[in-house]
């Protein structure tokens, strides 16, 4: 699941990478800005319940990782599978809440986003393992949006943002909000834990 101003194109690499890793890989793309979270929730867990097998993983990279967790609960989605999420701002976004600000900042942001801004921060109360990957190279148009974002960021997201209370596991690495998804060390990261539960060591990470 791709994040917001995205499509299903933005996970060609990363898609790429994880078929290699032996991994099946369907795309889910949503309109983003003109509907809301809850809407897109319902379509993704009607698209989730669609697909084959026993068991089924779920990656969303930035607010596609916000409607994963709402989709499953929506759903009561209770088959097997592990979910990765990429830089997503589970505890709010400091840059988008800077943008909002702005004369027609809103209207970018689209629905999902500031109904996301406006709600609690969650906890994963999910039978599903979760692995958040963060980043911390500050390169991203976040940061010319919100400069006083907090350190260490990765130009859109702090990496204080990522944290969810129930999450299996958490790795910060040093990649951007963008470029997480062209980056081989964040594939063998999310394949990783996809098929094991468990991010590789530090010391044995992939380049």
């Not at 379509?43 to 967790?69: E, K, N, T, Y």
């Not at 260490?152 to 944290?163: F, R, S």
Request: aromatic share 6%.
């Amino acid at each position: 699941m791709h994040g917001l101003w995205l499509g299903e194109w933005a996970f060609v690499v990363l898609g790429r990478r994880l078929r290699a890793a032996g991994l099946n890989v369907v795309p889910f793309s949503f309109p983003s800005v003109s509907v809301g979270l809850d809407e897109s929730a319902r379509r993704l867990a009607h698209f989730m319940d669609d697909q084959p097998g026993l068991r089924l993983h779920a990656v969303g990279h930035s607010l596609g990782g916000i409607l994963i967790w709402q989709a499953m609960r929506l759903a009561g989605t209770a088959r097997p599978g592990r979910v990765v999420a990429l830089g997503t701002p589970f505890a709010g976004s400091h840059a988008a809440r800077r943008l909002a600000a702005w004369p027609g900042g809103r209207g970018l942001l689209g629905a999902a986003m500031m109904q996301w801004l406006e709600r609690p921060p969650p906890s994963w109360d999910l039978p599903q393992p979760l692995g958040v990957i963060a980043g911390s190279r500050p390169l991203g148009m976040g940061r010319l949006v919100a400069p006083d974002l907090p350190v260490p960021n990765d130009g859109a997201v702090a990496v204080a943002e990522t944290l969810i209370p129930g999450a299996t596991q958490r790795r910060v690495l040093p990649v951007s909000h963008s470029g997480m998804l062209l980056s081989r060390e964040v594939a063998d990261h999310t394949a990783t834990f996809l098929r094991h539960g468990h991010f590789p060591p530090p010391t044995q990470a992939g380049k």
